[in-house]
């Protein structure tokens, strides 16, 4: 079977994962409390702090899964592995302060508890590396090395040949194909070269009009009992990251996959912004009397302008924010683009906007779940039909919640900007999401400084 090696690494580094755990647990037991290195005062028992143990364990396996760590990835390289490593453990660590934090177990030593996280992050890199290094040079005694026949040469073949060259886990027999010179035959002459060749598997990379070919491939290849794959040649019509889901047994390919279609990865999102937001609002309140009293006396309107805009899956939903405009004509504000030292400012309006303090009310629209914290930002329904013809691509930024900020805006794109580099960065943010990333634009927001370019 294909990557037997990997298969048999990511089981194995689980029980590593365990092992070391046990082991960070007893060395940092010893080192805290049993050494003199570190003075130590009157403690609890060593039974007692077994429930730092299995806590650890939990949280420890909990974080890789939900957070996407790829722990057990046997591609991994060395700098992704040592910094997803530390932050499981970081996560973790703090994950159990807070547990007993809450729980009110306040007689365990924290100090005991970063001890604990550091030995473990050591030992579980030295661990994996030992075992990734004993298994690839000892990969010929755990597994024979088999023998591939290619069939066909779409745009992927040449990804595969090169992994098996680097890697060394097949030998490549050669290519069937029509229409190349150098194969070793034609498809149609496949069953002489199974009998001249010792195949262990066949792999299809046929282009998608030649298709046809594929039934009499298979009948061969299971007539001699051949492990067969197929590697689709439909997936350079489709122009990101795809995922195969399926239901009732039909497989259907997700053409655009992102992880916020996961409903795990939708509650966590959602879970944090109603949180946030409902403290935000909370604490803002006196920001928010302060603003609205000065929005009055400055100018004649309502203190909050309220606004169509385009959100989840194209419906259209009502936007707050503090009024930074003089009140115009509601035909003229639904089309007219903010510019640069606009006329229509209030004087009050140039220093929020400048500031973005005219967003916070938004944090009502995601409290009731028309935004989100982080995402694309919405557009009023009139640019939304024009760029949807202009723009390719445009539409996909309504496949999540608009957000107050986003990936286009902390890199400045906000205002007058590049409608089309605005695209890009949303939909890289679509299909990287992670919460990790929505932590990372967030203080970005706070403490960065492009957020505020172009903010007029």
Known sequence: MMHDLERLYNKLSKIIDVVSILLSFYIAWFIRFEMTLIPSTDHLGFESYMTVMAFYIIFYFLISIVFKMDLDSFQIDAFKLVYKVIRTNVLTVVFVMTIFYIMKLVDYSRIFLITYAVINSVLSLCLRTELKNFLTKRQKKFFSQETVLFIGQNDEVNKIVDYFKINNYFTIIGFLDDTNPEAIGKVSELENVLNKYHVDEIIICLKLEEYNKIPYIID????????????????????????????????????????????????????????????????????????????KLTSKGPILFTQERVGYNRRVFKMHKF?????????????????????????????????????????????????????????????????????????????VRPGITGWAQIHGLRGDTSIEERIKYDIWYIENWSFWLDIKIILATIFGGKFMENAY
Request: aromatic fraction near 12%.
């Open 323 to 399: 009024r930074t405009m003089y009140v115009q004509d509601p035909d003229e504000e639904k089309v007219r683009w903010t510019t640069k030292d606009d006329p229509r400012r209030t004087p009050i309006g140039k220093i929020l906007r400048r500031l973005s303090l005219d967003e916070l009310p938004q944090l009502w629209d995601v409290l009731v779940g028309n935004m989100s914290l982080v995402g694309p930002r919405p557009e009023r329904p009139y640019f939304v039909e024009k760029f949807k013809e202009e723009i390719p691509k445009y539409m996909i930024k309504h496949r």
């Open 220 to 295: 061969i290849s299971e007539k001699y009992g051949i492990r067969t794959y197929i590697v689709p040649d439909y997936f350079r019509y489709i122009p990101s990251k795809a995922r195969v889901e399926e239901l009732r047994g039909i497989p259907l390919i997700n053409i655009r996959y992102s992880p916020l279609d996961e409903w795990t990865n939708r509650f966590v999102k959602r879970a944090f912004d109603i949180f946030v937001s409902l403290i935000g609002l909370i604490v803002c309140l006196p920001l928010f009397i302060i603003i609205a009293i000065l929005i």
